[in-house]
């Protein structure tokens, strides 16, 4: 059982059923946020996206979670279009962006994300049949366990149990490529297979994680 609460002037997901573990919010204002941005757009998730060519990109975070990487496109000069299909994450998002309107220096960069609820397979579906695309559709699904590796921190775990996962993560590559501009980027761990079992058009790869990038044919 899970629970949303005001700590701190912020909101927060704590989960009781879980001990020893803290509360989660979608803080956009700390320190490690901070560094994100500080890594400019010569990082790899900047150079992934596009972002160190064409810095007005409109993006659709199909997997939008705690928005970190969303609120870092955007504090580089991207429209992100947040799509969250778990209610209480929602909820947190929104929050955040309505405490990053407030906080000063961040107000421009709140007002380029938009938070949408909803399954993002069934919007792609929908967007595709429609015509309607992104220059960039990101994706950063949460990864299955294995049971080989070490245990995910704990706010990971938290996550996890929330949404039960991404399952269908698999499913997001071929809407997402019809509806891309220019790319899908997936963002995956650094020795993880590739997402539906296909290879990207190119690859940036890190220590701890790699992104993928897929060019559409058409």
């Known amino acids: 059982?899970?629970?949303l609460r005001v700590s701190e002037g912020r909101l927060s997901l704590r989960a009781p059923h879980l001990a020893?573990?803290?509360?989660?919010?979608a803080d956009w204002q700390s320190p490690d946020q901070r560094r994100r941005i500080q890594g400019g757009k010569k990082q790899l998730l900047a150079k992934a996206v596009g972002l160190h060519k064409q810095p007005r990109l409109h993006v659709l975070d199909g997997t939008a979670g705690l928005g970190r990487d969303s609120y870092t496109l955007a504090a580089l000069g991207a429209t992100v279009t947040l799509v969250e299909r778990t209610p209480a994450l929602v909820r947190l998002l929104r929050d955040a962006q309505a405490r990053a309107l407030l906080a000063e220096g961040s107000r421009a960069i709140a007002e380029r994300l938009t938070v949408i609820e909803a399954v993002s397979?069934?919007?792609l579906l929908?967007?595709?049949a429609e015509g309607a695309q992104w220059d960039v559709i990101y994706l950063d699904p949460m990864y299955p366990e294995d049971g080989k590796s070490a245990l995910p921190a704990k706010e990971m775990q938290v996550l996890r149990d929330l949404t039960g996962g991404?399952?269908?993560a698999d499913a997001l590559l071929d809407p997402a490529l019809a509806c891309a501009r220019q790319r899908v980027v997936v963002k995956r761990p650094a020795k993880a297979p590739w997402l539906a079992g296909r290879k990207p058009s190119l690859e940036?790869?890190?220590t701890q994680a790699r992104f993928d990038v897929y060019l559409p044919q058409r």
Do not use: P, V
């Not at 020893?20 to 919010?25: D, K, N, Q």
């Open 1 to 3: 059982m899970f629970e």
């Open 20 to 25: 020893g573990y803290g509360a989660i919010s």
């Open 121 to 123: 397979h069934q919007l």
């Open 126 to 128: 929908s967007a595709a």
């Open 166 to 168: 991404d399952a269908d």
């Open 204 to 206: 940036y790869q890190g």
